[in-house]
């Protein structure tokens, strides 16, 4: 199994931008969360999904971020328009639900300048 | 509200010495537990997990954790510290009541002196 797959690894963008981050699940896996890592506020859900369901998007900072999972093997995270305090990694996890412990992918670390 | 504290910002220890990580939990509900660990530029990898049974949870790369529940703690030892253990730490914490939603706790990072 290739584990979660998250692209791009780095990405670099203007303020003001639209970003759009990926992930790709691993196969079986129910569970899909979002979470970004930053020095300040540590690791943050941002969202989850259950069977490609939106279940929980009170972590999401605001109206400028945005996600889908529009089926299984997929889900994007988009930043529009996109400002320096994004700046972060932002991690794409996934589980199945009996088993609760998480699989991250590598992050993609964005940096908005 | 769940919240999950890790007391220790950092720690550094020797080679062959043995480490103690601690983790606080603080949740209404039967908790299950996870350590994991980040090294530099990487995601997080899994090190061991506890749902129930036996307090003492045996993980990967020699890592165990024991979960305390008067002391609402799951803190993870390690006999003898690697250098390549070097790395940031965190705890978690989930319930079956909030689904598959975990908690983490704010990271311990691991220096090891030769």
């Known amino acids: 199994d290739a584990g979660v797959i998250q692209s791009p690894r780095h990405e670099v963008t203007e303020m003001g931008q639209e970003v759009t981050l990926r992930c790709k699940p691993i196969?079986?896996?129910?569970?899909l969360f979002w979470y970004r890592q930053t020095m300040m506020r540590g690791l943050e859900l941002l969202i989850y999904f259950n069977n490609n369901v939106p279940i929980d998007d009170s972590g999401m900072p605001e109206d400028r971020f945005s996600a889908k999972m529009p089926n299984a093997s997929f889900s994007t995270l988009k930043i529009q328009p996109s400002e320096p305090r994004d700046s972060a990694v932002y991690f794409c996890?996934?589980?199945?639900?009996?088993?609760?412990?998480?699989?991250f992918g590598s992050g993609t670390r964005l940096t908005v300048v | 509200a769940q919240s999950v504290t890790q007391p220790d910002i950092h720690i550094t220890v020797s080679e062959g010495a043995s480490l103690e990580l601690r983790c606080n939990y603080s949740y209404g509900a039967t908790p299950y537990l996870f350590w994991y660990v980040q090294s530099p530029g990487q995601g997080l990898q899994l090190l061991l997990k506890?749902?129930?049974?036996?307090?003492l949870v045996q993980g990967i790369k020699g890592f165990e954790a024991e979960f305390k529940r008067s002391q609402s703690s799951f803190n993870l030892r390690k006999p003898s510290v690697h250098w390549s253990d070097a790395a940031e730490y965190f705890c978690a914490v989930g319930a079956m009541e909030y689904g598959n939603k975990l908690v983490f706790g704010a990271g311990t990072i691991l220096r090891v002196k030769s």
């Open positions: 506890y749902f129930s049974g036996d307090t």
């Open positions: 996890a996934s589980s199945r639900q009996e088993s609760y412990g998480y699989t």
């Open positions: 196969s079986g896996h129910d569970y």
